[in-house]
């Protein structure tokens, strides 16, 4: 079989068209990729811009705030671990390591930590064993100190964390939520002053 010029010079022709196309392309795809390259760059020089102005009055970084919180969890942690270890100290039980079943009154200590009328898994297993009363009044102070936290200082302070708590949570916190939208809306001023300016 015998290929003539004119089908060499019809396939180099068409193979030079191919080629010319995806240099074409390659050159729209490089001026794509120049263009979300620039984009990207405008955006994040923006974001950077928004990030320090919305920061003036706080000079935390998230980063720092999460640790203080951490902070805060681990005195809790360490607060009620010592309260319950030297409570034990005080109480004089027959056993070296007391539990629930030892309780002076358990009523009284069923009653610290309120759970309807089902028995607190942190007083005793499903099993109705009792549980370390070291561990108990740990995690019960843990949890009665977090709880106050929460309901005193954090939930007030939160805006979308107020209606959750019923009305009194959002009339408490109503003028925050009012602060946290016109923080939102001057941002959003910002945003296009550094634009157009």
């Known amino acids: ?19 010319n196309e995806a240099l074409l392309r390659e050159t729209q795809h490089k001026e794509t990729i120049s263009q979300l390259t620039q984009d990207l760059r405008e955006t994040q020089a923006d974001h950077a811009h928004l990030r320090k102005h919305l920061q003036l009055g706080d000079p935390e970084e998230s980063g720092q705030i999460v640790n203080e919180f951490k902070g805060i969890n681990r005195a809790v942690e360490d607060v009620a671990r010592f309260i319950a270890e030297e409570t034990l100290k005080q109480w004089s039980f027959e056993k070296p390591e007391p539990t629930t079943a ?19 898994s942190i007083l005793m297993s499903n099993m109705k064993d009792p549980r370390p009363l070291e561990d108990v009044l740990d995690y019960g102070l843990r949890s009665i100190v977090s709880k106050v936290f929460d309901e005193e200082i954090y939930s007030p302070f939160h805006p ?38």
Not at 104 to 120: C, G, K, T, W, Y
């Open 102 to 120: 030892d309780a002076h009154n358990f009523e009284d200590l069923r009653a610290i930590i309120p759970q309807s009328n089902v028995m607190p």
């Open 160 to 197: 979308s964390l107020a209606a959750f708590r019923g009305e009194d949570g959002a009339r408490r916190s109503s003028y925050l939520k009012d602060l946290y939208f016109l923080t939102c809306l001057q941002g959003e001023h910002i945003k296009l002053q550094s634009k157009y300016c």
């Open 1 to 19: 079989m015998k290929i003539s010029y004119d089908d060499l010079k019809s396939d180099f022709d068409l193979l030079k068209q191919r080629h």
